[in-house]
């Protein structure tokens, strides 16, 4: 089976950068995917890793160890806007069907 | 941009009642998905749909459930005899072949059964 953990909320200002952390557990691992998803909107894909290291789009990077079983999105630059949750997916090797966490509220205060 | 859209955005139903929650996947995507996310709670993997059969189902997909693709854009999900516990959102995703990750998400379907 799959899990994964991340925290249930996180806080920061605008302008600062954050980390939203996600460890996972998996019989055979073939990516870790981020989500976003305002109050009553649809999960929207924001990055995508396979292989270790870090991938950056724009404001928003994601990282991965897969040694760790471990990876985060990094958020920097933090506007009111990015107030929203973020789930992090796994999939397993045979499937195509990504296991979402339990998501990460983040909460950006003026 | 092309968007995956879903209708109703809103369903009411009573209990024992059948429901089908209607997608549009976007045009040139050849796989098909169907999530739900009980209020306040992660996204949950229902089934997975390519080629005109299912692929890949969850525990959740039990025989309440079915899927369809009735004609080249429309792609459903009935479910039978609802439950109050089935009251959830329910999003519609489809991916296309130049990726293997990115899934394009609707704006999901409240259902509500009382």
């Known amino acids: 089976g799959q899990s994964l953990e991340q925290p249930s909320e996180v806080t920061a200002v605008e302008g600062a950068i954050v980390q939203i952390n996600c460890t996972y557990q998996?019989?055979?691992?073939?990516?870790l995917s981020w989500y976003q998803q305002h109050d009553g909107g649809a999960p929207t894909f924001l990055s995508y890793n396979a292989l270790d290291g870090l991938e950056e789009t724009g404001r928003f990077s994601s990282f991965l160890s897969r040694s760790d079983s471990y990876g985060y999105l990094l958020l920097q630059e933090l506007q009111m806007k990015d107030s929203a949750s973020y789930f992090c997916?796994?999939?397993?090797?045979?499937?195509?069907?990504?296991?979402f966490g339990r998501g990460t509220s983040l909460i950006v205060h003026p | 941009e092309p968007e995956v859209t879903q209708t109703p955005s809103h369903q009411v139903t009573q209990m024992g009642q059948e429901v089908i929650l209607r997608c549009v996947p976007i045009s040139n995507h050849l796989y098909f998905y169907w999530y739900r996310q009980i209020l306040g709670q992660k996204v949950e993997f229902l089934v997975s749909?390519?080629?005109?059969?299912?692929?890949?189902k969850s525990e959740i997909f039990d025989d309440q459930f079915s899927v369809e693709r009735p004609d080249g854009s429309n792609f459903t999900l009935k479910i039978r005899s609802t439950k109050l516990e089935d009251s959830a959102m329910y999003f519609c995703?489809?991916?296309?072949?130049?990726?293997?990750?990115?899934?394009?998400f609707g704006p999901g379907t409240r259902l509500t059964v009382t």
């Open positions: 998996t019989s055979g691992f073939y990516g």
């Open positions: 749909f390519y080629n005109n059969e299912i692929s890949e």
């Open positions: 995703a489809s991916r296309g072949q130049e990726s293997s990750y990115e899934q394009y």
């Open positions: 997916a796994v999939k397993g090797k045979g499937s195509y069907i990504p296991t």
